[in-house]
């Protein structure tokens, strides 16, 4: 593993932890410049950068894992760079390429490989893109400049118990509109989430749940992750709506489910007040990976799914391949993992 990094593994949440390099690249005069690694944790841009003022800026989040054999890999970095091309084009930023975003974390997790978790730790390095507007201009219109970077920080769970179960209220406050930006990954986002958040928090949830903002019939989104459960049938559901955040893990599962574990799968519509249709449930992204849901709070009644102390069957059938795949002890389907050599 190289060089010895002080950390009790077992001990991480979702927290930031300052890593040796980031990489780092400018766009100027229509084009982005070659891009280099640094050790500098800070970004010194202009007061007027319109990621400040207007939220001109987008961002991802994906894993490098640590194999068995003690090799670093990716899972599916190259749907990150194009979700986040689909991101840029919604708020008006150049698009960094696919091949050189790919490039630009695998140097991130070379240069930061003594940080990647060892094999059966459950932690894992989160690695963080960042597109953002700077430059001087002040009026609301696309910057003229941007920044490309991409940092990492050693993770664990993130929400407390791992694969534990736990339980949600659903949000009075609307995520995203349906034409609005629910579907980039950027910034504003997830700022409006902040307040339903603690809001769910206090009431002793794990967080939030959001239903679609035309209708509040239907369920979106579970906090900053996609929802999915799992009917008495064995069938693997997941919402469809234009202002969810189109999910890699929630993608890869509708894979998995249907090719590895023989289940039906689908996404259409999850109405509220038909979620015991759902044997089991769950929360599905890069940080929370599976997070069974225990139950779910809605308008002052308690709905509890499999159990709130036990995962479900199909949902831990669900996690162990996925997991499985992603650390390298279950065979990927072809193009999923890329191997930070
Ligand atoms: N939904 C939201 C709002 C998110 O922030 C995330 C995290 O990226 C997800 C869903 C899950 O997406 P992914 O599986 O691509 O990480
Ligand atoms: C992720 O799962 O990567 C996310 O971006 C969710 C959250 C940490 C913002």
Redo the contacts with the bound molecule.
Sequence with gaps: MGKNVDVDWSQLGFGYIKTDYRYISYWKDGKWDEGTLTQDNKLHISETSSSLHYGQQCFE?MKAYRRKDGKVQLFRPDE?AK?MQKSCERIMMPKFPVDKFVEACKSVVKANEHYVPPYGSGATLYLRPLLIGVGDSIGVKPAPEYIFTVFCTPVGPYFKGGMAPVNFTVSDYDRAAPFGTGAA?VGG??AGSLMPHELAVKKGYADCIYLDPATHTKIE?VG???FFGITKDNKFVTPVSPS??P????YSLLYVAKEYLGMEAEERDVFIDNIDEFAEAGA?????VITPIGGIEYKGKFHVFHSETEVGPLTKKLYDTLYGIQIGDVEAPEGWIYVVE
């Design positions: 989040g990150n979700r990954k986002n997830y989104e900053a992750a996609n969810i955040l999910s890699i893990t929630k599905c992204g890069t940080a929370a």
